[in-house]
């Protein structure tokens, strides 16, 4: 069988639907799967085990001077699936261009979700109906997977390389040695506090010798060095210096994550990553960390969740109030609970 997983983008959503492929693969070993994907996560969707990856360049729209090269990208990538004899093509994404790409697969069967936006449902044969609005993305795309005899409920292989040891060898880092922490997202009001990351990596390095390892993209660079400042024994910065394929190995290897609600959550979530989430603005049902082992940190505000990028109620250039209100003791205890429950479930093995 030939199947085509459409979803190109966010970061976020294409770690939610890695364990599309890993499934599909698992329960179909001889099929083939591409996957159609925005060029800066063609990574993920190769580490989820597709056997090709359809790129389309999406950023090149963002410049005039390259809509030629984005137009040829697009009909080149359009051209080629009407003859790739897709026994099935999925759409994950639920978009006008994402549908239009469904139809253009020309596949025999064709599935997607009924409340797709921008009248995509109509180029599905079959229409998945799951309120996204209150499901976590994993789980939809989880039900979808029914459609072709997946129970959603199977465990999905791991994403990590074959080789970690050289990722682990490359930064100075021991298995289970460290920990990863995360400190920026595209949300002010989802950024945790920097001293307080700070805090916790001095505690963990003090009780348990953990290097903790920060991350994330060139962005991500100024915060990560404030925070060495702050604790310079206690982190190394590798913001902007690894690749999706070496962001897996640490994922895999790392004792556990502390991390707001961004896109590098869901990939260590989709590669099961033990990890403490630090969430404010959003609804942690729905975009928390997906899978066992993960313990979520919420604030009881009532205003919550309000999906606002910017705090409303705190002071201009200072943490959202909800997510100074997850204090750097609050985030240990958690890291202790999660270190037990580790622990009983190799005992119980």
Known sequence: MRFLIIKPSSLGDVACAM????????????ASVDWLVNKEYAGLAKAAGADRVLVIDRQAWKKVSSWPKALFNYLGVACKLPFQHYDYAIDLQGLLRSGIFTALSNAKKTIGFADGREGSPIFYDTKVTVN?????STRCNLEVLKE?????DEKWPSFAPEDTQSTLDKFGLTK???FIAVPLTRWKSKNWVPESIAAVGRELKARHGWQGVLVGGGDAREVCALICR??????????GKTDWSQFLALSAEAVCAVTPDTGPMHVMAAAGTPMIAVMGPTDPRRHGPYGD???VLHSERRCLPCYHRDCVLGEEGSPALCMADITPQKVLDAVEELLKELENKEQNA
């Open 176 to 178: 289970k040695g460290f």
């Open 230 to 239: 702050i604790a310079p024994d206690a982190f190394i910065d590798l913001s």
């Open 148 to 152: 072709i005899g997946i129970e959603k």
């Open 293 to 295: 082992h993960n313990k």
């Open 132 to 136: 996204r609005k209150l499901t976590h």
């Open 19 to 30: 364990p599309v492929v890993a499934l599909i693969k698992k329960r179909y070993p001889d």
